[in-house]
T-cell receptor, first 113, second 116 residues
Framework: KAGVTQTPRYLIKTRGQQVTLSCSPISGHRSVSWYQQTPGQGLQFLFEYFSETQRNKGNFPGRFSGRQFSNSRSEMNVSTLELGDSALYLC????????????FGPGTRLTVT | AQSVTQLDSQVPVFEEAPVELRCNYSSSVSVYLFWYVQYPNQGLQLLLKYLSGSTLVKGINGFEAEFNKSQTSFHLRKPSVHISDTAEYFCAVSEAMGGGADGLTFGKGTHLIIQP
């Protein structure tokens, strides 16, 4: 089976712009979670989707949003980018209705200038 | 809410020597425990997990971990390391009754450096 894929792998944006990141889960996986990884804060949970519904969201401002499509693919959007949004954004997918066992993609490296 | 403490930010070890990476957690509810590895410029790979049952868990690449409920620890061990084990290792917890929807809580990571 193909693993979790994320596009694009690298992205450079300017402050104030918005960005959309894409994640395709492992075939058959219905749960998708997003994480932000920075040197200072480490890995932090952004949100989790199952069957097109957001089940939980981490402690991030409303500028961070996401959605999941009927084929389980997911996108996350960050509006009004700030320098502090520079990070590695990781997507993970899980089989079944529970999300304990998460399989991560390679991430999208976002740089905000 | 849960928290995870990885006691060492960096662990240098000679090749073929044993290694232990320490992880302690704090939670008011039952948790599931995980170790992930991250190689440079890559995502996270699941090494092993503890959900229930035997407290000694074996994972991939010769790693194992032991769940100690009384000490709230989940230390990762390998009897003999190789250069290829050089990577960042993350300990993570998830609330057992939450279905995983509240995500994984990660420690800050331990950089394992293998010296020839």
């Amino acid at each position: 089976k193909a693993g979790v894929t994320q596009t694009p792998r690298y992205l450079i944006k300017t402050r104030g712009q918005q960005v959309t990141l894409s994640c395709s889960p492992i075939s058959g996986h219905r749960s998708v979670s997003w994480y932000q990884q920075t040197p200072g804060q480490g890995l932090q949970f952004l949100f989790e989707y199952f069957s097109e519904t957001q089940r939980n969201k981490g402690n991030f401002p409303g500028r961070f949003s996401g959605r999941q499509f009927s084929n389980s693919r997911s996108e996350m959007n960050v509006s009004t980018l700030e320098l502090g949004d520079s990070a590695l954004y990781l997507c993970a997918s899980s089989p079944g209705t529970v999300s304990y066992e998460q399989y991560f993609g390679p991430g999208t490296r976002l740089t905000v200038t | 809410a849960q928290s995870v403490t990885q006691l060492d930010s960096q662990v240098p070890v000679f090749e073929e020597a044993p290694v232990e990476l320490r992880c302690n957690y704090s939670s008011s509810v039952s948790v599931y425990l995980f170790w992930y590895v991250q190689y440079p410029n890559q995502g996270l790979q699941l090494l092993l997990k503890y959900l229930s049952g035997s407290t000694l868990v074996k994972g991939i690449n010769g790693f194992e971990a032991e769940f100690n409920k009384s000490q709230t620890s989940f230390h990762l061990r390998k009897p003999s390391v190789h250069i290829s084990d050089t990577a960042e290792y993350f300990c993570a917890v998830s609330e057992a009754m939450g279905g995983g929807a509240d995500g994984l809580t990660f420690g800050k990571g331990t950089h394992l450096i293998i010296q020839p």
